[in-house]
């Protein structure tokens, strides 16, 4: 096979999240020297932790601005004189769900700026 197309099916398998050894024996035994596949292999990992990051960076700022709104939106109904009674009570829920799904976003994308390398997922599913 020509280098070009080994090339682009390491790079494929590495953001699907294969292990980085197994894409290293496939370069090797279709004839890719040590140095050669380790150089391909960093620039790889590289571009798949810079997409990583991108994510997380994404998921970060969407999770505060939803932990905003929820402390917003909580301040809110508390200022428009909404009392946790049973029946007004109820919308507080909003802002319940609008804070849990912030921290949820917020902790996710926190993994994936500060530790990329430990995301084994395809990373065209990230944004699940």
Do not use: C
């Not at 530790?115 to 944004?127: G, I, N, T, Y």
């Amino acid at each position: 096979m020509e280098l070009e197309k080994l090339a682009t099916e390491a790079r494929a398998k590495i953001i699907w999240g294969e292990s980085l050894e197994r894409v290293r024996q496939y370069l090797q035994t279709n004839g890719v020297g040590e140095k050669q596949a380790s150089a391909l292999l960093a620039t790889f990992q590289e571009e798949r932790q810079a997409a990583i990051r991108s994510t997380g960076k994404k998921k970060t700022i969407l999770g505060t601005a939803a932990l905003g709104g929820a402390t917003l939106s909580w301040y809110l109904l508390l200022w428009l004189g909404f009392s946790f009674n049973h029946q007004a009570g109820k919308l507080f829920t909003i802002p319940v769900a609008l804070g849990l799904f912030g921290l949820w976003q917020l902790y996710a994308g926190l993994e994936m700026l500060l530790a990329p390398q430990m995301e084994k997922r395809d990373v065209s599913h990230l944004e699940d």
